[in-house]
């Protein structure tokens, strides 16, 4: 019964649309982390206009929607999504006046760093090797070497219900790896960034050494949704916990921030290996598919490294990773 009604209702979307919905498309293949079974419904939204109307169409007809875009910082389960996944995969840039550049939300954030030092417009340098889109860093606050995507930003625009506007940088509630778009039902369509004229040939040389960094330090070689759980800030509630921890660097206490690598490195955790996911040996906040790892395999690395964690150093782990069909 509930699958006739579904089927129906995406018959009267493609009517509205005009464009065909694909039916049980694999998510792995669009994933990072190349795992994800099938979405019963699936569209490759290629502008804002297929974007919103599908968004505003699927929200009428009450069917059940998650918009992807990078894919980079999802577990995808491997029965799949049982609805409609919306790939974002609008890509204008749009530069303005006064140093400003508008962006789509299915914009791939290096494209966006590579464009901008391009026109000489510097501030989004240090993002620079962040796997995903602009909407998805924006979503998780996405940061590196010291700056975040919220930094630069001026507004961004949502649909909320069937209204379309900009909402300003101080009500998006940026925090750490947060945002209020953790929290509302809010569609990103496109950001805009206000940065600053600078030396192009300082930001390449800038741009070119971070990447190296991150490819001496990260498990390229192997699909991972990068950093698995969030870093630990250091507050009033947790500071006598942290600092009771054995061999605790001084600087972390300083920069009042642990890095979960850390944590889990140090109760031995790299290389720990389920099924085909494993601990990275290179960097053990990310998890690493060595071939064929399911959703589920990485579900209980994810849950035996935050139980190891919570019962040896008392302290809890959150998942910087998004959940998809779970």
């Not at 999802?74 to 609008?90: E, P």
Request: charged share 25%; net charge positive.
């Amino acid at each position: 019964y509930y699958i006739c009604i579904m089927s129906r209702q995406i018959q009267q979307l493609e009517q509205y649309l005009d464009q065909k919905i694909q039916t049980n498309v694999p998510l792995a293949p669009y994933t990072t982390f190349k795992i994800g079974g099938p979405a019963k419904y699936f569209f490759i939204a290629k502008n804002n206009e297929d974007l919103v109307r599908l968004s505003t169409f699927a929200k009428k007809l009450k069917i059940q929607t998650y918009v992807l875009s990078g894919c980079s910082n999802v577990l995808a389960a491997d029965s799949g999504f049982d609805g409609l996944i919306i790939l974002n995969k609008a890509k204008d840039i749009v530069f303005k006046k006064d140093n400003r550049v508008v962006a789509d939300a299915g914009v791939w954030l290096m494209d966006l760093v590579d464009k901008t030092i391009g026109k000489g417009l510097l501030g989004l340098e240090n993002l620079v090797g962040i796997p995903g889109s602009v909407g998805g860093a924006i979503r998780g606050n996405a940061g590196a070497y010291g700056s975040e995507i919220s930094d630069c930003l001026i507004g961004v625009e949502v649909m909320r219900g069937s209204k379309q506007f900009v909402l300003n940088k101080d009500k998006c509630k940026f925090k750490y790896r947060d945002s209020v778009f953790k929290r509302n039902n809010d569609l990103i369509i496109s950001a805009e960034f206000q940065l600053q004229k600078g030396d192009k040939e300082k930001a390449k040389t800038k741009v070119k050494e971070i990447l190296q960094k991150r490819n001496n330090k990260l498990p390229m070689e192997y699909p991972s949704a990068g950093c698995v759980f969030q870093n630990i800030l250091i507050n009033s509630e947790n500071i006598e916990q942290i600092k009771n921890l054995r061999n605790l660097p001084p600087e972390y206490l300083e920069n009042k921030k642990v890095p979960a690598a850390w944590l889990i490195e140090s109760l031995d955790l790299k290389g720990k290996t389920i099924g085909k996911s494993q601990v990275s040996n290179k960097h053990a906040n990310f998890i690493i598919n060595l071939g064929g790892a399911t959703a589920n395999q990485v579900l209980q690395l994810i849950s035996y490294i935050k139980m190891k964690v919570r019962d040896e150093l008392g302290v809890q782990l959150m998942e910087e990773i998004e959940y998809v069909g779970f």
